[in-house]
């Protein structure tokens, strides 16, 4: 029986309902499974990539290194490879089967580098990058913070950080579904932008901005919104998930939760996209470290 998770939501970042925590193992083993059909299945995170390739047209930038974080399969990073013809971009992505299945389609567009890593300890140099492009990876961290601390090391000052991601509202009707059925975790709650905005000025990048667009896919059968869900790896990874398979009565009640909230025959689906950009000012210095411009330390006579 498939279910959806993603990233969590809170009014404060230090607190977490364990129940809401995403099991990494079992999030990249979902992935892994579904490297081979993903490109066929992405549509969601093909209308984020490209509502996110529309904002940083009009950015005046010329990246000489260019990181895709959270690449996929290079749908992202070969555009931004043509785009910016230039550049070295270097698609990151956590998933071993999604950066091979990226090299089976090497021919189909300019060069694209590859580097497995996980986010939080993405291993390049300090200010060593000029541009940061991630679609829908903050939907599967438990906590951005760490995420956003790394990018704003490695952006060179005046570098730019762009994404998008999931926010609350997304996925509600199937949220509604299951919580007439028990209070285990089978959705999450992803994370509100105003959240993400903090985050990004705690962890040192500067004038973030966000905004926020809504997709409304339609389903005619529920069962239809399992298998993409399934074919996009966005199975349930959650610590809170019940314990045990979940029963052919339960998810029959589930559906007909979902069936309640068809209008002419279709079942609408929200998604709530999140997008953003923020600015790197150089690597964060130490505690009790400051940086001064010295063009404004003036002269003693």
């Known amino acids: 029986m498939t279910e959806i998770a993603g990233c969590r939501t809170h009014e404060n970042m230090d607190r977490k309902d364990n129940r809401q925590i995403i099991t990494s193992r079992d999030s990249q083993r979902r992935f892994n499974r579904a490297a081979a059909d993903f490109a066929d299945a992405d ?4 209308v984020a990539r490209e509502g996110l390739l529309e904002r940083l047209a009009p950015m005046l930038i010329e990246p000489r290194v260019i990181v895709d974080l959270g690449s996929g399969t290079g749908a992202g990073a070969r555009q931004l490879a043509t785009r910016y013809p230039n550049s070295d971009v270097i698609a990151v992505d956590r998933s071993p089967a999604m950066l091979a299945q990226m090299r089976k389609t090497a021919g189909q567009g300019p060069p694209v580098r590859e580097l497995q890593a996980e986010a939080e300890t993405l291993p390049l140099a300090t200010e060593s990058v000029d541009l940061v492009f991630s679609s829908l990876l903050l939907p599967w961290l438990n906590d951005p913070a760490p995420v956003f601390r790394r990018i704003a090391e490695v952006l060179r000052p005046g570098g730019l950080f762009v994404f998008s991601s999931l926010g609350p509202d997304s996925l509600g009707e199937l949220r509604r579904a299951w919580a007439k059925v028990d209070s285990h975790g089978h959705v999450h709650a992803f994370e509100d932008m105003h959240n993400i905005g903090d985050a990004l000025v705690a962890a040192g990048l500067a004038d973030p901005v966000l905004d926020v667009d809504y997709l409304t896919v339609t389903y005619r059968d529920p069962g239809r919104l399992f298998r993409d869900l399934t074919a996009a790896g966005a199975r349930n990874s959650l610590a809170g998930r019940k314990p045990s398979l979940t029963g052919r009565g339960e998810f ?17 689906v929200t998604i709530e996209l999140v997008y953003g950009h923020a600015w790197g000012t150089g690597a964060p210095g130490k505690p009790g470290e400051f940086r001064i411009d010295p063009a404004g330390i003036r002269r003693r006579y």
């Open 43 to 46: 549509f969601v995170h093909a």
């Open 252 to 268: 029959q009640q589930m559906e007909q939760a979902l069936r309640a909230q068809m209008e002419d025959d279709t079942l609408p």
